[in-house]
């Protein structure tokens, strides 16, 4: 087992920055590939990022690319989201997720935290 932990989530206006925290316990975070999703009111979930095990792989969904970053620190067993010039259409709730394989799709991702929201206003 796994266990999530999301933070950072808030408030902040069109064009700022937040950075969402993933802090992991039980199992070596090390041998999961980490990713975030999000999900907006009345939309599924969709897939925003995912980094590889040692973190030099990363994807990231079109929507999100040039502005987000993720990133991995596998001796601390967290992971971030660093997001910038953020849009109200980002306005979703966010979670971090663990998993064996490297994808898009949520349904390959076996453990999940809590969700963080992010609220963007215009």
């Known amino acids: 087992q796994v266990q999530l932990v999301e933070s950072g989530g808030g408030l902040v206006q069109a064009g700022g920055s937040l950075r969402l925290s993933c802090a992991a316990s039980?199992?070596?975070?090390?041998?999961?590939?980490a990713g975030w999703f999000r999900q907006a009111p009345g939309k599924e979930r969709e897939f925003v990022a995912y980094i590889g095990l040692s973190g030099g792989l990363t994807r990231y969904a079109d929507s999100v690319k040039g502005r987000f970053a993720i990133s991995r620190d596998n001796a601390k067993n967290t992971m971030s989201l660093q997001m910038n010039s953020l849009k109200p259409e980002d306005t979703a709730v966010y979670y971090c997720?663990?998993?064996?394989?490297?994808?898009?799709?949520?349904?390959?991702?076996?453990?999940w935290g809590q969700g963080t929201q992010v609220t963007v206003s215009s």
């Open positions: 039980g199992r070596t975070f090390s041998s999961y590939v």
């Open positions: 997720a663990a998993g064996l394989l490297r994808s898009r799709g949520s349904a390959d991702y076996n453990y």
